[in-house]
């Protein structure tokens, strides 16, 4: 009957029980094909102590099980038997093969944490426990936490969360928050952070009639978190990260012989404006370009009275991380005779937003012409490696006919490595394009303001997304995520973070190896 009842679980799981060639012995081994390779490679380790980087793995017929192989995709059954090369960390360890079967279950998650800082440098992904209606902060902590550059800079900052000064606290309580979310191998609970930022702001210190935490708006705490940064922690940090320039120009509309009127403008994020009703905006380009552009009403010198006047806006500085805020939330006014309530209300329409964000039309004429160097760069560089491509399709017919294992998936591996090397390049390693690749989204579900879900989702690697659930972490693809545009109760982009993208020169040299030509035009292909 047990045996029954395991078999049963085992067939809703989509768990199977294999063996594991691995040179003159055959070790039992359980695998879960609804888990990430990564997991069975975790596995394979505890079992025999081979890192799993070293770790080579093959199906019958040389199939290679990869840390990027989707494990629904391979043909496992019980009893399939995989071939395993590959040197524990001790060489004169023996291992023994009376072990019993190691599962994904058999790993606690501070062995997996452990494994994860092993393989990869980084911690294994852990979320945020919501501490009552905390989610919009937790969102924004995940999503924030994908800037490096200032996660690195905040190990630090020296304050504590018990400084007198409110807002010093908060820092160090988001500090000791990210330490927690990288050592712990569970789930923290913020509460530190929760506490110094209602004492800090007491705006996110509201309660309703009953006396539970109201829900409170992403954006406004994403704001707070960059202004007490720049204002109690690294102003120029902030500053080279977020800053947007942008030069504004007024217009007298009623008086044209009146002179225009320039000035310059400071934000942390740019705009997208969702009209609902005279411009309905489907796509986050439009809804930018609407947000540059609007009239005001100002008092007109030339007319002695307010007169209206047209605003316009470019972008005379981009920063390293835009941030993209979208627009969603808008004060209503009370009907009488619809017997509704003045309040916060929510566009639900469908935006999309795109993986690589083109600034160069909003930008000011002086700004693209020092953009367009990069520019033509990248287009040379697409050219040439097209024409390589074109040319080397004849040559890659003929290799095919040479049984060279694994060729297509090292391959595949090698160019996606490098496409996220080219989105991590250090700002000024390159040339700047006006490109964004997107890295992080905030989404709210629900139909109201006060009320509902956020969500933070973070790239992390090659077309694999983090979604951020308080304390539930899990993955996603990259076509799942673009698909979280609003038009219902579902999650939808509130705020979306790009980085900066740049273009590697290519450095012409005769005697340069060929893969070195190849390496910048593998990678633009893979992002654009």
């Keep these: 009957y047990q045996r029954r009842v395991h078999g049963i679980i085992n067939q809703i799981r989509k768990m199977y029980q294999v063996s594991l060639k691995w040179g003159k012995q055959n ?56 071939m395993l090369i590959g040197t524990p960390e001790d060489k004169h360890e023996k291992i023994d093969t009376s072990k019993k079967v190691v599962t994904a279950e058999d790993l606690s998650t501070a062995e997996k944490a452990k494994l994860m800082q092993q393989k990869t440098g980084e911690a294994i992904p852990m979320g945020l426990y919501n501490l009552g209606n905390t989610c919009y902060m937790n969102s924004c902590v995940q999503v924030l936490k994908k800037v490096k550059e200032l996660s690195d800079d905040l190990k630090n900052f020296k304050g504590l969360h018990t400084n007198p000064e409110k807002k010093i606290a908060v820092i160090a309580a988001l500090r000791d928050t990210y330490k927690l979310l990288e050592i712990n191998g569970e789930p923290v609970r913020p509460l530190n952070l929760v506490v110094t930022l209602k004492q800090a702001f007491p705006l996110f210190d509201e309660v309703d009639e009953q006396g539970h935490p109201k829900q409170q708006d992403a954006e406004e705490c994403w704001t707070t978190f960059l202004n007490t940064l720049q204002n109690f922690h690294s102003k120029d940090l902030i500053k080279n990260l977020f800053e947007i320039e942008f030069a504004c120009k007024l217009t007298n509309q009623e008086a044209p012989t009146e002179a225009p009127t320039e000035t310059t403008e400071i934000a942390h994020k740019i705009s997208c404006n969702i009209d609902n009703e005279n411009i309905p905006i489907n796509y986050l380009q439009d809804g930018i370009k609407l947000s540059l552009t609007g009239s005001i009403m100002k ?25 993209v805020h979208f627009v969603r939330f808008f004060w209503k006014k009370a009907h009488l005779s619809a017997g509704t309530r003045a309040g916060k209300a929510k566009i639900l329409r469908n935006v999309a937003f795109p993986k690589v964000l083109d600034m160069y039309e909003y930008c000011s004429p002086e700004l693209q012409k020092n953009l367009e160097v990069g520019r033509n760069e990248e287009t040379k560089q697409l050219d040439e490696e097209t024409k390589r491509m074109l040319e080397s399709r004849s040559k890659d017919k003929e290799e095919e006919k040479v049984p060279l294992l694994n060729k297509e998936e090292k391959k595949e ?53 983090l979604k951020f659930d308080d304390e539930i972490v899990s993955t996603v693809k990259t076509q799942d995520m673009l698909a979280l545009r609003g038009g219902g109760d579902w999650h939808m982009a509130y705020i979306c973070l790009y980085r900066k993208l740049q273009v590697l020169p290519k450095v012409e040299s005769p005697k340069a190896h060929p893969m070195t030509d190849i390496k910048p035009q593998q990678s633009i292909l893979n992002l654009t």
């Design 413 to 465: 591996e090698k160019e996606q490595l490098i496409a996220d090397d080219v989105l991590n390049m250090p700002f000024g390693t390159g040339l700047d394009t006006g490109k964004y690749h997107l890295i992080g989204v905030v989404t709210h579900k629900g139909r109201y303001a006060d009320s509902g879900h956020y969500v933070g989702w973070t790239y992390y690697k090659q077309n694999t997304w």
């Design 299 to 323: 008092n007109s010198a030339t007319l002695n009275r307010d007169a209206a006047y047209l605003k316009t806006v470019r972008i005379n500085k981009l920063p390293g991380y835009l941030v």
């Design 27 to 82: 070790l039992p081994i359980s695998v879960d094909i609804n888990e990430d390779a990564t997991v069975f490679k975790a596995q394979i380790y505890a079992l025999t102590a081979i890192p799993t980087d070293k770790q080579k793995i093959f199906l019958k017929g040389g199939k290679s099980i990869l840390d990027t192989t989707d494990m629904k995709s391979l043909d496992i059954r019980d009893g399939t038997t995989l």
